[in-house]
């Protein structure tokens, strides 16, 4: 059996702009930072579909969790911090206090959200099972359904925050990019 962790490791780190903002993430001094989503099974299915490593991802998402100041200001010193550290990469990295997303997610989608206790269990709320996954500067990899369904170019809902309209959607912009990707419907 393949040790997955290692082969996403690797190929992760084929990007890039994964591995310099990984390299540089604990100068960011946030904590539980981790580099999370997109960025990660994005760079897999690229190399998959024999594309440039970096082609068809929108941004490089860095999550945190501070909850001793969940001030918009506070949030916004970090993202000042991070703009500065990752100035020379030429791609969008965004980041963003998981402590802060239930005073905003819904305003911003529509849908109630409650308050988080940590970076991985942000992490661990996105809509697509096998999209929940980060890594620690210290190459921790956090994916708690695991990798195989990247690997595999699978899409399936996340089955403890199921939301079915707002799953389809991102599924469907997934596959428009990456073809050889397998929308799994709910049972």
């Not at 990984?22 to 930072?33: C, E, F, G, K, Y």
Request: glycine share 4%.
């Amino acid at each position: 059996m393949r040790d997955l962790s290692a082969q996403f490791r690797a190929n992760i780190l084929q990007n890039p702009y994964n591995a310099a903002i990984l390299q540089r993430l604990a100068s960011l001094a946030a904590p539980q930072a981790y580099l999370v989503a997109g960025c990660l099974f994005q760079s897999i299915w690229n190399l998959q579909s024999a594309r440039p490593v970096t082609e068809n991802i929108l941004d490089y998402d860095v999550f945190y969790f501070d909850a001793n100041d969940l001030s918009w200001q506070a949030e916004d010193e970090v993202i000042q911090r991070a703009a500065i550290l990752f100035a020379d990469l030429p791609v969008k990295v965004e980041v963003r206090n998981q402590a802060r997303v239930h005073l905003w997610y819904e305003k911003k989608f529509g849908a109630p959200y409650s308050a988080l206790a940590s970076t991985e269990e942000g992490i661990s709320r996105f809509l697509i099972a096998g999209a929940c996954v980060g890594i620690s500067d210290d190459e921790r990899i956090f994916a708690p359904h695991g990798l195989q369904a990247i690997d595999d170019g699978v899409l399936a809902i996340n089955p403890h925050y199921p939301k079915p309209e707002m799953f389809f959607k991102k599924a469907a912009s997934y596959q428009t990019r990456w073809p050889h990707l397998r929308i799994v419907s709910p049972a």
